[in-house]
């Protein structure tokens, strides 16, 4: 019913910058919170920002001061802006959303399929 699909990965350089851009669509009534988790290999996945309906944000202490989550309502859209990237950001990212579909009555959580980031020289 609800679709999440991730762009915008790839491999840079640390210090570089990446905008990762997460678009959900389907049969969308409305959309609570967003996030982007990662996994790195071996590793569990983790937090690594989220922006509530309201645009209140949170951060993972690793992404305080390099990293800006943002949405755009109208397209069902949440973005990952990441600067100063560092080798120990190399993971598979993940976007997350609490949707309510048509019809329904409560919200669920729905994934993306995962995007690779990798940094290195």
């Known amino acids: 019913q609800v679709q999440l699909v991730e762009s915008g990965g790839g491999l840079v350089q640390p210090g570089g910058s990446l905008r990762l851009s997460c678009a959900a669509s389907?049969?969308?009534?409305?959309?609570?919170?967003m996030g982007w988790y990662r996994q790195a290999p071996g590793k569990q996945r983790e937090l690594v920002a989220s922006?509530?309906?309201?645009?209140?944000?949170n951060y993972a202490n690793s992404a305080k001061g390099r990293f800006t989550i943002s949405r755009d309502n109208a397209k069902n859209t949440v973005y990952l802006q990441m600067n100063s990237l560092k080798p120990e950001d190399t993971a598979v990212y993940y976007c997350?959303?609490?949707?309510?579909?048509?019809?329904?009555?409560?919200?669920?959580?729905?994934w993306g399929q995962g995007i690779q980031v990798t940094i290195s020289s």
């Open positions: 997350n959303a609490v949707v309510r579909v048509v019809m329904a009555t409560s919200f669920n959580r729905y």
């Open positions: 922006i509530s309906s309201g645009e209140t944000t």
């Open positions: 389907g049969n969308i009534f409305s959309i609570s919170a």
